[in-house]
């Protein structure tokens, strides 16, 4: 079965410092990938997401993601932290073959001026 | 244009009531779920249609729980009878078949439901 596994429930940052979110996938055929970013009261929104070709990938508001089968990670990283960027994240992965999104338990952005 | 659209956003309600949750996905988009979210359990998906009909339902906890979608512009997720640990945020997202190959969601703000 596939899924994903966030490393971290909190994380804590100064404003201009690394955002570094974790998470690893498992996943016997090549994966679907994504992240979404939920702020205080609101749905989900699509960060970013990969499904074939480049390994590194951009998304909105300066985030990336790199995709790295040998490590079966997909980590999320911005270089310097907004104090807009405090909210919560989850990554996810799209079940093989269907049209459902498994979500991992989400890493709440913490950032300190 | 608007994006999907949940009513209500707060509902607070006894034990033993009947809840509705209504939905109004994007307009095009032939694909619609509906997500739970609790701080116990994460963010579990309950059920989702495709043109209107219901494809996988595993996720629905018991026959307690019910979604219909009548139309493309209209889904609705009941609870009857309501239990205090129903109580979870509730959200309902659309997809396109255009961005099925990619899983992409469009979500709405949710639907904040409390049964006492």
């Known amino acids: 079965a596939q899924s994903v596994t966030q490393l971290g429930s909190h994380v804590s940052v100064s404003e201009g410092a690394l955002v570094l979110l974790r998470c690893n996938y498992s996943s016997s055929v090549p994966p679907y990938l994504f992240w979404y970013v939920q702020y205080p009261n609101q749905g989900l929104q699509l960060l970013l997401k990969y499904t074939t070709g480049a390994t590194l990938v951009k998304g909105i508001n300066g985030f990336e993601a790199e995709f790295k089968k040998s490590e079966t990670s997909f980590h999320l990283t911005k270089p310097s932290a907004h104090m807009s960027d405090a909210a919560e994240y989850f990554c996810a992965v799209r079940k093989y073959n269907t049209d459902k999104l498994i979500f991992g338990t989400g890493t709440r952005l913490q950032v300190f001026p | ?116």
């Not at chain 2, 026959?63 to 219909?68: G, I, N, Q, V, Y």
């Not at chain 2, 659309?94 to 709405?108: A, D, K, P, W």
């Open chain 2, 1 to 116: 244009d608007a994006g999907v659209i949940q009513s209500p956003r707060h509902e607070v309600t006894e034990m033993g009531q009947e809840v509705t949750l209504r939905c109004k996905p994007i307009s095009g988009h032939d694909y619609l779920f509906w997500y739970r979210q609790t701080m116990m359990r994460g963010l579990e998906l309950l059920i989702y249609f495709n043109n209107n009909v219901p494809i996988d339902d595993s996720g629905m906890p018991e026959d307690r729980f019910s979604a219909k979608m009548p139309n493309a512009s209209f889904s609705t997720l009941k609870i009857q009878p309501s239990e205090p640990r129903d109580s979870a945020v509730y959200f309902c997202a659309s997809s396109s078949s255009v961005q099925r190959g990619t899983g992409e969601l469009f979500f709405g703000e949710g639907s904040r439901l409390t049964v006492l």
